[in-house]
């Protein structure tokens, strides 16, 4: 990878939150930020995302309702 490469893949970041309001404010701000933002409703939906994208950052809500976190580590 040229550094053109590496700087645009370190700029996508998934947002993991069941909260729609929660998961949208968040991705906002960082995309004013120049951040792609994939988001997840769920773990599954995350485990899904993860396997056709190359998040840099993850974002993961520790609480979510039906979900156990600790799944996409």
């Not at 004013?32 to 997840?40: K, R």
Request: cysteine-free.
């Amino acid at each position: 990878m040229n550094q053109k490469e590496i700087e645009e893949t370190s700029k996508v970041l998934l947002i993991i939150e069941d909260f729609d309001f929660i998961r949208n404010i968040v991705g906002k701000h960082f995309q004013s930020n120049g951040y792609e933002i994939i988001s997840a409703g769920s773990i599954g939906d995350a485990l899904t995302v993860g396997k056709t994208e190359s998040p840099a950052i993850i974002i993961v809500d520790y609480e979510m309702r039906k979900n156990d976190p600790y799944l996409i580590v």
